[in-house]
């Protein structure tokens, strides 16, 4: 709200000291135009920077669930559709997740992770690699 109210405030002050001139012919000042386009360009900045760390402070923090609750794997089963294995302590929640709703398919006990197998592209990359090197020799 703050910075709306000073960014206004800005733009009135701007608007009238150009409505301040007299009926004169204008007279172009080339230094004080780019020094007023600069400071005006700087003092959003300076906003935009002040708005977006108020912003940041007054967030609520969201990590207290963070130790108890982790998402171990999840994978899409339809356009907007995901199954999804959520840890809780020690047990993993199987859980169906759609726009607006989720549902809890399945609950297992804890599992260790087993280290993720190499695709048959993946393992015969290297001899590929390797004919491939001796018959450009």
């Known amino acids: ?32 135009s780019l020094l007023q386009l600069v400071l005006s360009l700087a003092g959003v900045l300076a906003l ?27 994978t899409a089963v339809g356009a907007r559709e995901r199954v999804v294995i959520v840890e809780v302590g020690s047990t993993w929640l199987v859980l169906g997740v759609a726009p607006g709703r989720v549902s809890a398919l399945a609950e297992i006990p804890r599992q260790s992770i087993p280290p993720p197998a190499p695709s048959e592209a993946v393992k015969g990359f290297p001899e590929w690699l390797k004919n491939l090197s001796q018959n450009n020799k």
Do not use: E, Y
């Not at 733009?11 to 204008?26: D, I, M, N, R, V």
């Not at 912003?55 to 998402?71: C, D, H, S």
């Open 48 to 74: 935009l920077v002040g708005s977006l760390w108020l912003i940041k402070k007054l967030m609520v923090q969201r990590g207290g669930a963070g130790g108890m609750l982790r998402v171990i794997s999840g």
């Open 1 to 32: 709200m703050l910075p709306h109210i000073l960014f206004l405030s800005l733009l009135l002050a701007s608007g009238l000291s150009g409505a301040q001139t007299t009926g004169a012919a204008p007279v172009t000042d080339l230094g004080g």
